[in-house]
């Protein structure tokens, strides 16, 4: 298990756990971020910027810190 942040740019994964404040775990809720859900990677920011992330056909731009809170189980290559 990893965090979202340290995944690489067209790397999948499947988020395994959420670790955040009750306003953090909301939001990202509503933003579409659950247990079970298949997430990928699609362009992370210079100097430790914003992660693009692909939700099934929803895309969400999201500070590094808040990734940093989204454990998650990479697909093996």
Do not use: C, W
């Amino acid at each position: 298990m990893q965090l979202l942040s340290q995944l690489k740019i067209g790397q999948q994964a499947v988020i395994s756990a959420i670790e955040a404040e009750e306003y953090l775990f909301h939001r990202l809720s509503a933003l579409g971020f659950r247990v079970g859900k298949p997430i990928s990677l699609i362009r992370r920011a210079n100097f430790n910027g914003p992660l693009h992330v692909r939700l099934g056909t929803t895309d969400v731009i999201l500070r590094s810190t808040e990734a940093a809170r989204i454990r998650i189980n990479p697909f093996s290559d």
